[in-house]
């Protein structure tokens, strides 16, 4: 389960999508590679110019802070959070 934050939620109009991924656990590259796929509009929130995480990008997992080589293990609820203002 992805819970979409910012600018993604917006685009694709919705708070959260399913996802399923096959193997008992998945790498958060992974994940966002599927979200990708299966939503194309949320690509450009997949990564920046150099493939890294963009700047304003904090994924959770299960409300805690994740790195982006975390695995995501089966089940879990995955947050993409995205900063839209600073302060």
């Known amino acids: 389960h992805v819970i979409l934050t910012g600018p993604p ?7 959260a999508v399913d996802l399923d991924l096959p193997g008992s656990t998945c ?10 796929d299966r939503e194309p509009r949320l690509a450009p929130y997949r990564a920046s ?5 963009p700047p304003a990008f904090r ?3 299960n409300d805690r802070a994740i790195q ?7 089940g879990a ?11």
């Open 59 to 61: 994924p959770l997992l």
């Open 49 to 53: 110019a150099d493939g890294a995480p």
């Open 9 to 15: 939620r917006v685009v694709l109009g919705r708070s």
């Open 27 to 36: 790498t958060l590259t992974s994940v966002l590679a599927a979200l990708a």
């Open 68 to 74: 982006a080589d975390a695995t995501i293990p089966d």
């Open 77 to 87: 609820t995955l947050t993409l959070l995205y900063a839209v203002a600073g302060g």
